[in-house]
């Protein structure tokens, strides 16, 4: 049996698309008997995948991030070496780390990298985090056994910046959630009503509020629609705040004080799945992706989506939704107005966008996951499991 260390700490905070990742892995290894998996969780081993977020983290977190000098760096020793004392008292086969920065371990070590946004962008980042990132990240690409990405977009992009051997990266697409699926307006009225949202009449918005996600494109974008349509065809925005989102909220203020626009804030993922299902649209202008969730979430939703024509994005959305360049406000009106009026054009992407989504599955996703576990093993000069090929 197969010995995991699996660092778990991004389940520790409102999940957004890298700890919801970790958790449909973490679940899915849970699964298979043929893995002993621990989890790490900053500064404990558990042998159990944690289903809730950290009471306040959404609040808190933020907080400390803003008012705590070095507050990565501090977490980051503390986790070295409670990690590292772990892994010498259970001696793991493997190890995978899936967000980003593994921490040091000796043995066969897996990393998935989720984008390079820090680089491409880092005018969109934290200065501390952007210092970090580029203080640990490439130290442990180089060690890493193998590496997994999420697109082919991503893949690329290591290879071309670092210098990676392509044989030594998989890209591995995620996977979307049953939780995600077409719902009738009676099934998720009361969701609706609470919100103060009508079922297919709302153009919806999901992301953490922070700059690559392009927020004021989508804000720019709607408010150019008639006013008659922005009436009954509210903008909802739902997603935690995150950084450098001051002149974001100097836009939005006058959008959310006439009601033209809503912002619901971090909703449990339930919430989430009723609120995609009853849009008219999922309006995600994106500058940068590595893979994007909500896109594919609103597509198993049956769900049309006005998407970036730019990095991974069209990988997932492909030929089932509206693509538009990020920068272009008026794309972005046109594709909205489009499908609030044109209902035949809702429904045939609609059904287009639902086909392609089964072909992202988390299985499918843990299957691959698991199986870059053993090559990893099977390349590493230090294993200590027996060469076992699934």
């Known amino acids: 049996m197969m010995r995991l260390a699996f660092n778990a700490t991004s389940l520790l905070s409102p999940l ?134 999420d697109s082919e977009f991503v893949k690329r992009e290591v290879v071309e910046t670092f210098g990676i051997d392509p044989e030594r990266i998989q890209p591995i697409p995620l996977g979307v959630e049953s939780l995600f699926r077409p719902r009738s307006a009676h099934e998720i009225r009361a969701t609706l009503e609470r919100n103060g949202l009508a079922y297919g009449k709302y153009l919806l918005a999901v992301g953490t509020l922070e700059p690559r996600k392009n927020l004021s494109l989508a804000l720019r974008s709607y408010a150019r629609l008639p006013e008659r349509v922005r009436k009954h065809f509210p903008l909802v925005l739902v997603g935690m705040k995150g950084w450098l989102t001051s002149s974001l909220e100097t836009q939005l203020a006058p959008m959310l004080q006439s009601g033209e626009v809503k912002q619901l804030g971090y909703l449990t993922r339930e919430e989430l799945a009723y609120v995609i299902a009853g849009a008219t649209s999922l309006v995600y202008p994106s500058v940068y992706e590595g893979f994007g969730l909500p896109p594919l979430e609103a597509m198993a939703s049956a769900v049309p989506v006005i998407a970036s024509n730019v990095s991974s994005i069209p990988e997932v959305v492909g030929d089932t939704g509206i693509l538009i360049d990020p920068l272009d406000v008026g794309a972005a009106t046109d594709a909205m107005r489009s499908l609030i009026d044109d209902d035949n054009l809702r429904e045939k992407l609609a059904l287009k966008a639902l086909e392609r989504s089964r072909d992202f599955t988390w299985e499918k996703c843990i299957d691959r996951t698991i199986q870059s576990y053993y090559q990893a093993i099977d390349a590493h000069p230090a294993s200590t499991l027996n060469k076992i090929t699934i």
């Open 16 to 149: 957004t698309g890298i700890g919801q990742y970790s958790r449909q892995l973490a679940l899915g290894l849970k699964r298979r008997n043929d893995i002993d998996a621990s989890f790490f969780y900053g500064a404990a081993w558990q042998k159990e995948v944690r289903n809730e977020a950290m009471p306040g983290a959404a609040t808190v977190l933020p907080w400390i991030r803003k008012h705590v000098p070095l507050s990565y760096t501090l977490r980051r020793f503390i986790q070295e070496h409670r990690f590292d004392a772990g892994t010498r008292l259970q001696k793991f086969d493997v190890y995978h780390e899936p967000n980003i920065l593994p921490l040091p371990f000796d043995g066969p070590n897996v990393v998935t990298v989720h984008d390079l946004s820090w680089i491409r962008f880092p005018e969109m980042h934290p200065m501390e985090r952007v210092r970090a990132m580029n203080k640990y990240f490439e130290p442990g690409l180089h060690r890493a056994t193998v590496v997994l990405t």
